[in-house]
């Protein structure tokens, strides 16, 4: 497709359960980004990653927290014993380059009960 | 900490006036950029000035820079109902490592 594609767009899972939020960026984007938002509130960085590089995974808040990428197209974040203050929309972006225009995908809005 | 803190926190305007955000951060940046997000959806890039620029327009949207105040303001003209949005702006750094820095954004409502 034209623009970054996210999967599911919802999700209901109960505390303690495994998570995954899939993102398809935009063809030739070399530069992947996870965010994620609070009801109301700005975004917080999650995870970067560019090309074939190591991921800069200073903004993921916990261990339970991972990404990866696989074939410098499709990334999976995953989230392992879910809590509820995990409860957000999680957001995908992808760009040409670091510093360059994002480009979003709508997000998954995940609640965990 | 943000790194970008728009001002106002939200902002009630008719249809046909102009609507002003700001936004201030706080270290040296490479280019900020303004974000529109309609509720439930992704965000759209609106326009990225560079830290060498002071005034960007792209239709009714104009958006200035001043870096030895660290502040960015953008405006609409002429507003829409449709306008009605989230509105964001992010700082690119070389210091900030790889990511964007968003701000907490501003809610716009334009009445019809």
């Known amino acids: 497709g034209a623009g970054v594609s996210q999967s599911p767009s919802n999700k209901v899972t109960e505390k303690g359960k495994d998570v995954e939020l899939r993102c398809d960026p935009i063809?030739?984007?070399?530069?992947l980004y996870w965010y994620r938002q609070s009801l109301g509130q700005g975004l917080e960085f999650l995870i970067y990653f560019q090309g074939n590089s190591a991921p800069d995974k200073s903004g993921l808040p916990s261990d339970r927290f991972s990404a990866e990428r696989t074939g410098g197209s499709v990334s999976t974040l995953t989230i392992q014993r879910t809590q509820q203050e995990d409860s957000a929309v999680y957001l995908c972006?992808?760009?040409?380059?670091?510093?360059?225009?994002?480009?979003f995908g709508d997000g998954t809005r995940l609640s965990i009960l | 900490s943000q790194q970008g803190e728009e001002d106002p926190q939200a902002l009630s305007i008719q249809e046909g006036e102009n609507a002003t955000m700001n936004c201030s951060y706080k270290?040296?940046?490479?280019?900020l950029q303004w974000y529109r997000q309609n509720s439930g959806r992704g965000l759209v890039h609106l326009i990225l000035i560079r830290s060498n620029e002071r005034e960007k327009h792209s239709g009714r949207l104009r958006v200035t820079l001043d870096t030895s105040k660290k502040s960015s303001s953008l405006l609409i003209t002429a507003s829409r109902a449709a306008d009605t949005a989230s509105y964001f702006c992010a700082t690119g750094s070389n210091n900030a490592g790889n990511m964007l820095t968003f701000g907490g954004g501003t809610r716009l409502m334009v009445k019809p």
């Open positions: 972006a992808s760009s040409l380059e670091r510093n360059q225009p994002q480009h």
């Open positions: 063809s030739g984007h070399t530069a």
């Open positions: 270290t040296s940046i490479n280019n």
